[in-house]
């Protein structure tokens, strides 16, 4: 509630997303193919 009252831009639920959020702008393609490589190893390990 104090982000939203202070009217932050950017209300992260975790400090640590921040440093997620910097490596998908960082470099946004090497990003979207690591979150590919995540969903196919989720595919693997739950049969989908």
């Known amino acids: 509630m ?3 009252e202070a009217e ?3 209300i992260l639920p975790h ?3 921040i440093d997620y959020m ?3 702008t960082e470099n946004y393609d090497r990003w979207i193919g690591g979150m590919a490589k995540i969903q196919a ?4 390990e739950f049969g989908e």
Do not use: D, S
Request: glycine share 6%; proline share 6%; net charge positive.
């Open 2 to 4: 104090a982000g939203i």
């Open 22 to 24: 910097r490596k998908k």
């Open 41 to 44: 190893k989720m595919r693997e």
């Open 15 to 17: 400090p640590q997303v």
């Open 8 to 10: 932050t831009f950017l």
